[in-house]
T-cell receptor, first 111, second 114 residues
Framework: KNEVEQSPQNLTAQEGEFITINCSYS?????LHWLQQHPGGGIVSLFM???GKKKHGRLIATINIQEKHSSLHITASHPRDSAVYIC?????????????FGTGTSLTVIP | NAGVTQTPKFQVLKTGQSMTLQCAQD?????MSWYRQDPGMGLRLIHY???????DQGEVPNGYNVSRSTTEDFPLRLLSAAPSQTSVYFC?????????????FGDGTRLSIL
């Protein structure tokens, strides 16, 4: 059973396109994180959110706590956005405080 | 500010060998953790620590040991390496373990067990 599900698994877009990556989760959470992993492997934190919407440059993250769903949007996509995007949740369940990770969405933006 | 530093970046071991993956952070973070990343699977928690002297098991702790003698360092020990432990290992830290703080990741260690 996967506590965090992402879709799509793979995504190819033309430069300039609007991109949406979806994340659904099944556990109670204290926060949801979006991470970016570039070829070469380093992981950086893009957003952390527990409600509403956050924006950073061309990236927008939203969360609907009632529906247990989050989306990551990229406006005016660029080849440098090519990376794996990972959704992670911090669960506040009875088993304690733990992070669960999705398997990632591999994004390729073609010039 | 170095952030989270992992060493080595690459390592090849033979089955049965032991080794220690090093992780250090210079941000005075309380929470540190080790994950493994395998193809087709999300990052999985191996062990974590909420402060010096305190460690606990994550989802996949078998075959690994950790200690946290200082706030800065959180080494991961493979006791007797097995091919199933071939993976990419990430160390991460955050201000606390409540999940409401961003996690900072090291660059990863690619480990192959022959």
């Amino acid at each position: 059973k996967n506590e965090v599900e992402q879709s799509p698994q793979n995504l190819t877009a033309q430069e300039g396109e609007f991109i949406t990556i979806n994340c659904s989760y099944s556990v109670g959470i204290s926060a949801l994180h979006w991470l970016q992993q570039h070829p070469g492997g380093g992981i950086v934190s893009l957003f952390m959110l527990s409600s509403g919407k956050k924006k950073h440059g061309r990236l927008i993250a939203t969360i609907n706590i009632q529906e247990k769903h989050s989306s990551l949007h990229i406006t005016a996509s660029h080849p440098r956005d090519s990376a794996v995007y990972i959704c992670a949740v911090n669960s506040n369940s009875n088993t304690g405080n733990q992070f669960y990770f999705g398997t990632g969405t591999s994004l390729t933006v073609i010039p | 500010n170095a952030g989270v530093t992992q060493t080595p970046k690459f390592q090849v071991l033979k089955t049965g060998q032991s080794m220690t993956l090093q992780c250090a952070q210079d941000m005075n973070h309380e929470y540190m953790s080790w994950y493994r990343q395998d193809p087709g699977m999300g990052l999985r928690l191996i062990h974590y620590s909420v402060g010096a002297g305190i460690t606990d098991q994550g989802e996949v702790p078998n075959g690994y040991n950790v200690s946290r003698s200082t706030t800065e360092d959180f080494p991961l020990r493979l006791l007797s390496a097995a091919p199933s432990q071939t993976s990419v290992y990430f160390c991460a830290s955050s201000y606390n373990g409540h999940g409401n703080q961003p996690q900072h990741f090291g660059d990863g260690t690619r480990l192959s067990i022959l």
